[in-house]
């Protein structure tokens, strides 16, 4: 069968949920990447590897959810988000739906720091929920997220690439996987300073004065789909092999 | 510049907003369409005709909408269901986000009948909350669903096609166009009876209970991937045209 | 005992739950009627019919939900809304006291437009939260909405009456029933021109600017008690029947 | 004009504000009145002398509230109830509306002692939204509500006609008012004892086990349409004289 | 073992709570108390009254609400308020976590007239949620608060020590608790006039216009720590007798 | 003056405004620590260190946020959670009401690393709350949080003190600042295995199957008083530079 929720019939799914009850949901973001890096980049490298892990590790992979939060973004033309409570009931919708028919173990690959904490925030929300309304089986309903740029191969594999200009928005890296993933969109246009400023934000305000041209301590300029099919690779196999010691844990 | 807003940078949605204030959004659902549709048909069939149409019109289109209001179909495997209040939510931060960088009028492509009533609520929750919050520019702010099967080419070449047979849920129609898009993965099982009882429901259990295999009124086992190009380049057409009929609008 | 919940005492509405778990609700709106139509042209027409309905096939009637969803009417003076999430919220807590008490089946007898997406919207928000909460007779709860206007008969007689200036908004057939409930609150005014334009809208400024006087392609200048009386045999018998029907559901 | 919202078109609301900007607005409740007391007691009383206090003092009326809160009365069948959050969304959106029309003084004429926490908790809910959306007029807005009962000659008088056992719920006063109302419709059953044991409750479950019959401390046996003729005179003078104080204060 | 929560551990609970299922939560307010009253004034009395009753009725006192609902205050600075629908949120999630491990008899100790009506509201809507989630002992559940200024010995001290100078808000009552309980912060200022005007308000607006400095109809010059330990003392033994009484009723 | 809110008048505060627009608010948790820990600890090391920090960097500390999101301990008695939803309302309501003086630094002193999600996600609601209401000072409102354990010299310090022992829940180095603040109530139980397993968790249910007595990878017994206070005191100094470090922003 094929191992994404949306190409499957129920059927199919049925008979998966006999040997299985663990799927992965990409959760990416829509929002500005800097002057070269596409709106979409943290929800296509979300679902590009989520669906490599998935064919990988023979899990189920659930639809992306392609805008996340990203509200220190919205002074750049283009930037969604969601607000972190709307990121909360989606989520709870998602698991709630999904656990209905027996998921149990959820495991999120996120494309977007900015998530992090909604996603935190919306495990412990459901967990809250199924414990109050009763659900027979809350107690084995599992929820993890894991961002893809952070296991060991793959930060050191982005550090062996880029250095330190692999910076923490609109990376090389991530810009790298996108080009992997579309060689066809790669933008161009003039870095100014090559590498951008590095620092922290609080809103939407504080993030464009620090950061006007979006990117926070990257040069995208390196990136290369090339670069990106190697990432890609070491993001697929460290994800898939997290998932499975998900599903594998007692 | 691309006409998804995922494969755009910043600057070039900048640019794009200095000659439109238009935007598709496509919305779908994820859920079960009987035993040969895939359960991400309406989710795939609005994306691809919503890319399709903004080709065609010069339209940006935003990121999809992947899961819908699914409620009913909850007893069959897979479906997935955002509660209507969640999905108003969602789409509340969808047009506001746009609507913060200048976009005005917000044209949904809608794959799936159980999302109307949450769209068309959507709307004046919108409308409510902006004039409420005393957005200055509320009252240019427009939002507008269409189903892509609804318009006449496109229902009259499904009835050429496939006659009463097209039924009202895992549709021949848009079980064609799935394929159109994905030769690669057309399913094969027993249609018993090969065309689906017609009718109404409530709630997931009287769905199951009436369309047990979760076809209603239909007879996919008909469909093609060659008829799904021609119900694609229909709805396409009348998408793009309904668009641009949209923005002119006074 | 009477057919309104209002007038019933508890042991009389435990009676009537031994033979019947079906409900009739009225729900209208508050909004602006054009020049000549009464602010609470949806409310009393709903819930007269209602009423009637109620007589006519032994049904207990719920109390009326006076103020629906009327965004688009709120640039008219005395217009009032709900928003569509408070609408949803009001109807869950109606539908889920009476079905606390065994009432399963549940028929809104809508007039106003507006509501429908809201209605619908709600019945699916509560089909959810009920299955959720693990309610035991979940699957037996069934909610359906009809607008009196809508069944034939009644919609024949209106063109009967008036024509195509029956309208759509501040429709001289609503404004009839009004003048035949309350013939002694009938109003006069200018009605230029006699019959409005017609057309669509967004929010309450493109409504307002296309129709300055609240009207949408009526002329309720047509209207009288005796054609009220009328519509209202025909709408009380449509909606009796409509009731009895869907009781009678297998 | 006439004094009812519902009753007036929107040139005569645009009339009346020229000259006031205060409404009062009926709420009461839908709930078990014991034995006798019909459910709608609560609402018919607040409505009916809320209109009788609008004719009083020229003041204009809005739509009743009908089912108010009430969860403590939801082991009788026909009980229904907002939840407070419910009620307070709803009280925000009725305000909300009205005020967006330049009424600024809100009269709320109670029917029911569970409304009364959720009433004044709405009103900070209100005055918090208002000022934290910038709405400009938000110091000008004041909201007030009165239980028609409570003036001392309301009082007064319902202890000269029944002493202690006018009691206090399915009193002995309001079921007179809803005689008064509907001589048609006064019922007849057996109270035991006569005058029903007093006391407080906390959720549903107390409350029927204290009040088998639904009673507190009442007679409604002593009822009588002339009674609560008497009443209502008294309420309605009350009541008009004590919004009029409200429309003068500086 | 210690009588508050905060310095218990859990097997010490475990152990309170197989004798008892009583718990006393304080709930205060942060706002203005005056020229001289301290912000914290409502907090500080609830919380120093609610353990003085815990160790004299032997029962647990759960951690003080110290942010009440305070929107009246909102004109001067340091004043905080949740919402209502923020605070029954919030009371929501103190009894709900409690009555999951068995506590059943819930007793406020309310410093802040302001609190009252959320309270009470969200009690019900406490009631209303365990009742719809099925909570198997949703019956025994039962919540109640009580003013430490209100019972009979307290007021009447307070009429003995200040007269009508108490006043009632910055009263001299609840300053001189907060001096008996820190006589190291006690405050000095100019009040003028003496006693403060007396009056209602509706919202922050009309409040500053009413009450320039904050205090209504009070004279907290006349407190004193001694008179504080008085009332304190008065409070104390009321409120414990008053919650021994709530845990012996049936 | 004082650099308690709670201990300030409102003139002291709006004294304090014209120098400073920083707040420094403590945020714990009610849940269990284990056999000797007791179930205030995040909330008492939060509200002790933030006073001292506050009387060390001359900032105003806002009243302690006692009960946080403590989701994965309620099988443990006397736990008490706010759902994620509920902390960041109540964290807007903080945020808004002292935004509304002039407040525009917000640091928020954590006692507990459950909360952290919830507070990320909290600032972003809050930062969008306040764009879409149009409050004009939005861009300056900046929110920090700082977990009070996690500054280099406190680890470091807690390293020493304590090794691997230290744990990451019930730890020694918060059971011994716990000890310092009140060396009365120190606790003695047997800890068997005296340093306890170590490991990550889901929900409530693995967190209790997982550590049974509450400890995560703690050896509480090695705290003292005397430890905490070096703690205290290191932690103290951190966070006061760190909240000075915070208002120097430029």
New interface residues.
């Given amino acids: 069968m ?1 191992m ?11 008979r998966y ?1 006999e040997t299985s009850a663990g799927v992965i949901v990409p959760i990416g973001a ?1 929002e ?9 980049t943290d ?2 490298c979300a679902e590009v590897i989520a669906r490599g892990a998935g064919e990988t590790a023979g899990a189920l992979v ?3 959810i ?2 996340g ?1 990203s ?2 973004h ?1 002074r ?11 990121l ?3 989520l ?3 698991v ?3 656990a ?3 998921f149990r173990r959820f495991f999120f690959v996120n494309g977007h720091g ?1 998530n ?10 459901i ?2 929920e ?6 027979a089986d ?7 997220a894991m961002n893809w740029w952070q296991p060991e191969p793959v930060s050191a594999l982005a550090r062996t690439l880029f250095g330190a200009a692999d910076g923490s928005h609109a990376a090389a890296s991530e810009v790298a996987v996108t080009q992997f993933v ?1 060689a066809a ?1 790669i ?1 161009s ?1 003039p870095l100014d300073p090559p590498v951008a400023p590095r620092g922290g934000f ?5 993030f464009r004065e620090r950061y006007p041209d ?1 990117r926070i301590g990257s040069n995208p300029g390196l990136a290369s789909p090339e670069a990106g099919r190697r990432l890609y690779d070491a993001a697929v196999a460290a994800v898939a092999a997290d998932y499975q010691a998900f599903l594998a844990e007692a």
Same sequence: chains 1, 2, 3, 4, 5, 6.
């Fill in positions: 094929p994404q929720l949306q190409q499957s019939t129920w059927p199919e799914v049925e949920l829509t500005q990447h800097g002057p070269i890096g596409v709106i979409g929800a296509i659930g639809p992306a392609a805008v939060m509200e220190h919205m750049f033309p283009g930037s969604m988000t969601l607000r972190p409570s709307t909360i009931a989606l709870s919708d998602y709630g739906s999904l209905a028919h027996g900015g992090i904490a909604s996603l935190q925030a919306a495990f412990f929300e967990y809250n199924m414990r109050r309304a009763g659900f809350a107690p084995r309903v599992r929820c993890k579309d969109n933008k246009a609080y809103n939407s305000a504080t979006g």
